[in-house]
Nanobody
Framework: QVQLVESGGGLVQAGGSLKLSCAAS????????MGWYRQAPGKQRELVAR???????NYADSVKGRFTISRDNAMYTVYLQMNSLKPEDTAVYYC?????????WGQGTQVTVSS
């Protein structure tokens, strides 16, 4: 059983920063991909950023240059540093882990950016 626990969401003014964390626990294969997705009201869930266990990353065009994903493999934790936040970044942010052919989601954390 794998569990993902997210933290770090909240309310911030436009231009501000937040850092999200997601800690994975349970039976986790060492080779895996972790990522962040978000879902705004009335919209589909979309990729924000993801990172492989080898450190390869990719980002949504809308967050390039503003967000940085990183991970601590020893702690099975992934981070998302979000800078220069915009109101359109407001969404529920979900952590996702792919390992051993299985897909796991966190419960989500709300990020609200006020203008």
């Amino acid at each position: 059983q794998v569990q993902l626990v997210e933290s770090g969401g909240g309310l911030v003014q436009a231009g501000g920063s937040l850092k999200l964390s997601c800690a994975a626990s349970g039976s986790i294969f060492s080779i895996n991909t972790m990522g962040w997705y978000r879902q705004a009201p009335g919209k589909q869930r979309e990729l924000v950023a993801r990172i492989t266990s080898g450190g390869s990353t990719n980002y949504a065009d809308s967050v390039k240059g503003r967000f940085t994903i990183s991970r601590d493999n020893a702690m099975y934790t992934v981070y998302l540093q979000m800078n220069s936040l915009k109101p359109e970044d407001t969404a529920v942010y979900y952590c996702r882990l792919i390992a051993g052919g299985y897909l796991y989601w966190g419960q989500g954390t709300q990020v609200t950016v006020s203008s």
